[in-house]
């Protein structure tokens, strides 16, 4: 049991220094193993690059649950919502134990995108986001030995700013650069961590209205290795969409589809699997009015 709850704390602590960077958050990224830096603007806008919030219009609405690589203890939650080109998200990440949370960290993010130029052919799309951060440390083992009369070991607060842009040519070509947490603070009191930076590089092509297909370069800040992503979403009726991609470093493959069984209303579902680790599953509902 001891080996067990080290075990959890450590895989915390690593998702702790990461939280931030995580690229998969709904069932796009999902099911298209995160190859959404470019592209039209969707739901999905929400929670990643904001460049593509600038044509959004009406009001959309998304929750999704999963746990990472299949774990009880390591449950994600992500909710967010937009009005035309104004989006909110919140996202939580926390780790469990018999019902006990030994740590947890949440984000909060406030978007917004802008058209910068636009003509008969082409169109220039900026955004930003500005990101809350608070991570909780939870409680000690205490007498227990389960935490449930442990003693709080504290909380920590930042903020980051995620930066995106993106052009676009005959709705058809697209090209995107997407910079997170470009400005921010550290986590943590005195040898605190700074948040993670990642830079990413998309580009989309759209030869017929049904196809997408999307390539992305993704790099870590301090991080000699490039995740190289690859997607395809295809819409195969009016009512449901098909997705799959696959990435490197880890090597990763993913599926999934969206059905829209009401006139604003849809379900969606991905899988991205690990090349040691089990399957990540993310159910997604979503209404746009």
Do not use: C, W
């Amino acid at each position: 049991m001891i080996k067990f709850i080290i075990l959890i704390f450590s895989i915390s602590i690593s998702f702790s220094q990461v939280f931030s960077t995580y690229d998969y958050t709904g069932t796009k990224a999902t099911a298209m193993s995160g190859a959404i830096t470019s592209g039209p603007g969707d739901i999905h806008s929400i929670f990643h690059n904001p460049a593509q919030l600038s044509t959004l219009k009406g009001f959309t609405f998304v929750t999704g649950y999963s746990e990472i690589f299949g774990q009880e203890f390591l449950p994600y939650y992500n909710l967010g919502f937009s009005y035309n080109s104004y989006a909110f998200n919140f996202e939580k990440l926390s780790t469990k134990l018999n019902d006990v949370e030994l740590s947890s960290e949440s984000a909060i993010g406030i978007s917004k995108g802008y058209t910068f130029y636009k003509d008969r052919q082409s169109l220039i799309q900026s955004g930003f986001r500005l990101n809350f951060y608070q991570f909780d440390l939870g409680s000690s083992s205490g007498s227990f030995g389960d935490g449930s009369d442990g003693i709080s070991l504290g909380k920590s607060n930042g903020y980051g700013l995620d930066i995106g842009f993106q052009g676009i040519l005959n709705q058809k070509f697209y090209i995107a650069y997407y910079m997170q947490n470009i400005i921010s603070s550290n986590i943590g009191l005195g040898l605190g961590n700074s948040l993670p930076q990642t830079l990413s590089i998309g580009l989309s092509y759209k030869p017929y209205e049904d196809l997408l297909t999307s390539f992305d370069i993704n790099q870590l800040a301090g991080n000699s290795q490039q995740e190289i992503r690859f997607g395809i979403e295809y819409l195969f009726s009016e009512k449901i969409s098909l997705m799959t991609g696959i990435q490197n470093n880890p090597n990763r493959f993913s599926a999934g589809f969206k059905y829209k069984f009401l006139e604003n209303y849809s379900i969606s579902y991905g899988i991205l699997t690990h090349h040691i680790m089990p399957s990540t599953h993310q159910l997604t509902f979503s209404l746009d009015y």
